[in-house]
């Protein structure tokens, strides 16, 4: 490898350094340390970087790097600009709403890969393209953007929400410690502390009718993972009492494509003698699970719990009766 090559690789490294290290700085000798070389070294990549447009901010011995002005840049293989487009084709395909900053992202991806990927970048043009002839709902776009603002940087957000559930509206202060997709009707949520209810909460982004930001600060908690707390659920619906446990039963013929795909880190299978299959997960909440249970029509079974199956046979009733397959309940 070449000096050039030697230092331009040190650039990256020390970029990502200081990204890393961005609340506390990192001093030249320490910079020196870490990528061993003399701090005179150091001192000239700072004058490079600088140069080439990362932004740059020096308080008193230690640098840090202008989040206002940070340009990121990374070398990536064939494999990495596969794996950046079918994060970009999920992230197109998640969201029913035409969010310009989506746009603005697959755009930006595609300009960037243009060199070295021509044909994904292209195809992720075409993503793009596809989320923008999407309907714009500025009420949406808005929630996101404050939500964001608010999560980056620890300041509450006071919100009115439209509760699906008793179909009303209340105004609250909210603490938006994480936000996350999902693929069960291609909405958003976001999680954190509601100072209404006093308790942590989960609210979907797209119900939020207003939205502002407010200099009230807050500091998510050291113990709230939300990796963790996710686990259990399906989706996003999560609970502090404990999981449910779901049995099914999967008849032989679609027992194959079931194992095709890992539905659930808590999932077990159990090969049965007559070739079906017995699927059991623990879960936060069974909402979630109802439309994928359905999808597989005849094919399952709801063995457990005892309130799913009662739910489950009664739909097949209703359905039942929907099609004239069975009489409808007489009214008196």
Not at 1 to 18: A, F, N
Not at 183 to 196: E, M, R, S
Not at 317 to 329: E, S
């Amino acid at each position: 490898m070449s000096k050039t090559e030697t230092r331009y690789e040190r650039l990256d490294g020390i970029e990502r350094y200081l990204a890393r290290h961005q609340k506390r700085g990192c001093t030249t000798s320490e910079l020196a340390r870490e990528f061993g070389v003399d701090p005179d070294t150091i001192r000239r990549d700072l004058d490079l970087l600088e140069a080439r447009g990362t932004g740059l901010i020096k308080e008193g011995r230690r640098y840090h790097l202008d989040h206002r002005r940070i340009i990121h840049t990374m070398k990536i293989s064939n494999d990495e600009a596969l794996a950046l487009y079918m994060a970009a084709r999920l992230l197109s395909r998640h969201s029913d709403e035409h969010n310009p900053h989506v746009v603005s992202a697959l755009d930006k991806l595609s300009d960037a890969l243009r060199s070295k990927s021509p044909l994904i970048a292209d195809h992720i043009a075409r993503a793009a393209a596809a989320v923008r002839e999407r309907p714009v709902r500025r009420e949406y776009v808005e929630a996101l953007e404050v939500l964001t603002q608010g999560w980056a940087t620890g300041r509450k957000v006071r919100l009115s929400y439209h509760s699906y559930s008793k179909d009303e509206m209340t105004e609250r202060l909210f603490a938006p410690y994480f936000i996350e997709p999902s693929g069960i009707g291609y909405a958003c949520y976001v999680i954190g502390f509601d100072d209404l209810r006093g308790k942590l909460r989960t609210l979907k982004v797209e119900r939020i009718r207003t939205i502002r930001l407010t200099d009230e600060q807050f500091a998510i908690p050291e113990e709230f993972d939300p990796i963790r707390l996710l686990a259990s659920a399906w989706g996003v619906i999560w609970r502090d009492e404990g999981t449910i446990e779901v049995i099914l039963r999967f008849a032989p013929q679609v027992v194959r494509r079931l194992k095709e795909s890992v539905w659930h880190v808590s999932q077990r299978l159990e090969d049965c003698p007559d070739g079906s299959c017995l699927f059991s997960v623990r879960v936060g909440s069974t909402v979630e699970m109802k439309p994928w249970i359905r999808q597989w029509g005849a094919a399952v079974e709801v063995l457990a719990p005892d309130e799913l199956r009662a739910e489950m046979i009664e739909e097949v009733r209703a359905q039942a009766r929907l099609y004239g397959l069975i009489p409808h309940k007489e009214t008196h």
